[in-house]
């Protein structure tokens, strides 16, 4: 069972160039989440989707774009790369809205920008 | 806008002894979760408080929920070395989920 399945888990990238974190579930969950996790800073939202189709921003949003063409696949897009960006990305899922079901977390991919 | 706190930030328990990690929020909440993540883990799902001074245990984590549904506690008998990481908890009101900082736990043997 794999859950939520996060690509690359790990990847360098130079100021100003653009990439796509994949991120992928197979539990039929129909909310899904981007965070962002900073050293002792807790976890921030990006975006977040309650099904295909629907997206809507969260707390930081800026320099990130995101689609939700399908139920299962909830990519994450950065353009423009920038220092600020360097952290750590979460993907998860959840059966409800958030804050009613608990949560399903990736393994992270761990994005630095130099 | 809604803040959830966590005391203290850091943790450092000899093993066998007991400890509390702290939530505060400065709104009433809905609910409350609690996460933990293992050094070079992701947060996985513990357990969610609904009601106003409930108490759920899981072994030797006892959480609670305070009666004016703005604090919660996690209480950690006989730390383990099993019991390091970081815990989070995740306030939820008004459709959305706010995390605090987490707690991070390291063990002394």
């Known amino acids: 069972n794999a859950g939520v399945t996060q690509t690359p888990k790990f990847r360098i990238l130079k100021i100003g160039q653009s990439m796509t974190l994949q991120c992928t579930q197979d539990?039929?969950?129909?909310?899904m989440y981007w965070y962002r996790q900073d050293p002792g800073m807790g976890l921030k939202l990006i975006y977040y989707?309650?099904?295909?189709?629907?997206?809507d921003k969260g707390e930081v949003p800026n320099g990130y774009n995101v689609s939700r063409s399908t139920t299962e696949d909830f990519p994450l897009r950065l353009e423009l790369a920038a220092p600020s960006q360097t952290s750590v990305y979460f993907c998860?899922?959840?059966?409800?809205?958030?804050?009613?079901?608990?949560?399903?977390f990736g393994d992270g991919t761990r994005l630095s920008i130099l | 806008g809604q803040q959830v706190m966590q005391i203290p930030q850091y943790q450092h328990v000899q093993e066998g002894e007991d400890f509390t990690t702290y939530c505060n929020s400065s709104?009433?909440?809905?609910?409350i979760q609690w996460y933990k993540q293992r050094p070079g883990g992701h947060p996985v799902f513990l357990i969610q408080?609904?009601?106003?001074?409930e108490v759920k245990k899981q072994k030797r984590l006892t959480f609670q929920f305070g009666e004016a549904k703005k604090n919660s506690s996690l209480h950690i008998t006989a730390t383990q070395t099993t019991d390091v990481g970081t815990y989070f908890c995740?306030?939820?009101?008004?459709?959305?989920?706010?995390f605090g900082a987490g707690t991070t736990v390291t063990v002394r043997a």
């Open positions: 998860a899922s959840s059966l409800g809205p958030h804050g009613g079901q608990p949560q399903h």
């Open positions: 539990m039929n969950h129909n909310y």
């Open positions: 709104t009433t909440l809905s609910n």
């Open positions: 408080l609904v009601k106003s001074g």
């Open positions: 989707s309650v099904g295909a189709g629907i997206t």
């Open positions: 995740a306030g939820y009101n008004d459709y959305k989920l706010s």
